[in-house]
């Protein structure tokens, strides 16, 4: 399994230097890739937010923008690896002592059809769910990205249909990505968010 991390070192530094402790703390071996720091790099974000409010043309904000375009090039790079198995992280990933132990028997529990793997998510309690085996269980859909366990063959699904930054990139996943794939959930979530207190 490759880790890889989105964050941004130069935009952000004291957000980048807290994972790198929080990681080498908790052995999680992850690369880290520079995430694509909105407003630094320019983008001009003019997509209204289609999904909730499309009539009223409030637009996209530029960081969810730029954290959408870094999620997609996360993707691109792990089509690269050879890797069967990718952890797709956020630098504000927040891992429990025993993250390791539950992560392997999660993947052992879950149908080996699987596309997604959620270790991360939210807002899960008030969806339809599934009890697969041991912690594994099928959501339909959580919220969040900031920890997802990606098998290779779902990467050529995210590329083609990731391609529009028109809501936040776990809205886009959920209302348009994962219904194609077989994705599954750890609740409760192995990993949560530095600094949030997410929704069950």
Partial sequence: M???CISCP????????AAVKHFTEHKVGAQFINGIHGETFGILSWRPYRRERPAVGELMDISVTGIALSHYMAWQICW????????????DADFEEN????????ILDTPKDWDILLVGNANCSDKPQEHIKGEVFEVKYPFCTHA???KRKA?????????DAAMPIDVLLLDKIYPQLRVYTVLPRIVGQRGRELVP
């Fill in 2 to 4: 490759t880790i890889f």
């Fill in 10 to 17: 130069k935009e952000l530094p004291e957000r980048h230097e």
């Fill in 80 to 91: 690269f690896y050879e890797d069967e198995t990718f952890l797709i992280l956020e630098d």
């Fill in 99 to 106: 993250w390791s132990n539950r992560l392997n028997q999660a």
């Fill in 148 to 150: 997802m366990l990606i």
């Fill in 155 to 163: 990467i050529p699904k995210l590329l083609e249909m990731g391609r």
